[in-house]
């Protein structure tokens, strides 16, 4: 449906309007860019606990092995001193087996204490390793959410000044311009499209000759399928966007 008025004031809401969008979708990129960030660095940071918390778990198990292995070698010295006192062949017969069933002991403590100091050294040079990576995406965050605190600023102060801009040109629009293109955006995030191949972007409806007339003398129109306004980017409205608001 067309209308006696042209875009003259509308244009500037619209624009307005276009670029109040533009900058909070500017602020929600920056903060989704912001939480990812902080979302990677809980995981880092859980993950450097995880590591050290493996790290006590080998030193843990280390201390156990040498606290067994010690016990088992006092209980070897003893019994040699035994041995050394034997009063029978089969007195000795005796501890040297258990002499061996002690040695094998200790053999089999020791290769797997030999095993976890291995798994604490490649553990520590896990740890000082990812230290340095967790030190770095801190100072990295530190400085990502600085420049986001003053982007977001920036962007507040601009919005202001849009929002005030708005405020001024509200009035200056026809009152049934006005009152059609506010009940469409509250319902709509694009309630002005541009029109491709002589059909609306917005819901695709093939606009008439007349329609199409009507928009190439820069008359406001709303499209009969969806009532989005309508206009010719390249021949009515240069400084509208060329793209759904």
């Given at each position: 449906?067309?209308?006696?008025?042209?875009?003259?004031?509308?244009?500037?809401?619209?624009?307005?309007?276009?670029?109040?969008?533009?900058?909070?979708?500017?602020?929600?990129?920056?903060?989704?860019?912001?939480?990812?960030?902080?979302?990677?660095?809980?995981?880092?940071?859980?993950?450097?606990?995880?590591?050290?918390?493996?790290?006590?778990?080998?030193?843990?198990?280390?201390?156990?092995?040498?606290l067994d292995s010690k016990d088992l070698r006092e209980q070897a010295t003893k019994k040699r001193e035994k041995l050394k006192q034997a009063l029978s062949p089969k007195e000795s017969a005796a501890?040297?087996?258990?002499?061996?069933?002690?040695?094998?002991?200790?053999?089999?403590?020791?290769?797997?204490?030999?095993?976890?100091?291995?798994?604490?050294?490649?553990?520590?040079?896990?740890?000082?390793?990812?230290?340095?990576?967790?030190?770095?995406?801190?100072?990295?965050?530190?400085?990502?959410?600085?420049?986001?605190?003053?982007?977001?600023?920036?962007?507040?102060?601009?919005?202001?000044?849009?929002?005030?801009?708005?405020?001024?040109?509200?009035?200056?629009?026809?009152?049934?311009?006005?009152?059609?293109?506010?009940?469409?955006?509250?319902?709509?995030?694009?309630?002005?499209?541009?029109?491709?191949?002589?059909?609306?972007?917005?819901?695709?409806?093939?606009?008439?000759?007349?329609?199409?007339?009507?928009?190439?003398?820069?008359?406001?129109?709303?499209?009969?399928?969806?009532?989005?306004?309508?206009?010719?980017?390249?021949?009515?409205?240069?400084?509208?966007?060329?793209?759904?608001?």
């Amino acid at each position: 449906m067309t209308t006696t008025f042209t875009w003259n004031e509308l244009k500037k809401l619209v624009v307005i309007d276009h670029e109040i969008g533009e900058l909070k979708k500017s602020l929600k990129k920056a903060e989704g860019t912001l939480s990812s960030a902080q979302s990677a660095y809980k995981k880092e940071v859980e993950q450097q606990k995880n590591i050290e918390l493996a790290a006590r778990a080998i030193q843990k198990e280390i201390d156990r092995y040498e606290l067994d292995s010690k016990d088992l070698r006092e209980q070897a010295t003893k019994k040699r001193e035994k041995l050394k006192q034997a009063l029978s062949p089969k007195e000795s017969a005796a501890l040297e087996h258990e002499l061996h069933t002690l040695q094998c002991t200790i053999d089999r403590l020791e290769t797997q204490l030999m095993t976890l100091l291995e798994q604490q050294e490649v553990i520590q040079k896990t740890i000082q390793s990812h230290t340095q990576h967790l030190t770095r995406i801190t100072t990295d965050l530190a400085a990502l959410q600085s420049q986001t605190a003053l982007n977001e600023q920036k962007v507040q102060e601009q919005l202001g000044a849009l929002t005030k801009a708005w405020d001024e040109q509200l009035p200056l629009v026809p009152l049934e311009l006005c009152t059609n293109y506010l009940n469409l955006r509250s319902r709509i995030p694009n309630a002005v499209v541009p029109v491709v191949s002589n059909s609306c972007s917005g819901c695709y409806i093939e606009l008439l000759a007349q329609d199409m007339h009507s928009l190439s003398t820069r008359t406001v129109m709303q499209c009969r399928g969806c009532f989005r306004f309508l206009f010719i980017p390249d021949a009515t409205t240069v400084q509208l966007p060329a793209t759904a608001l």
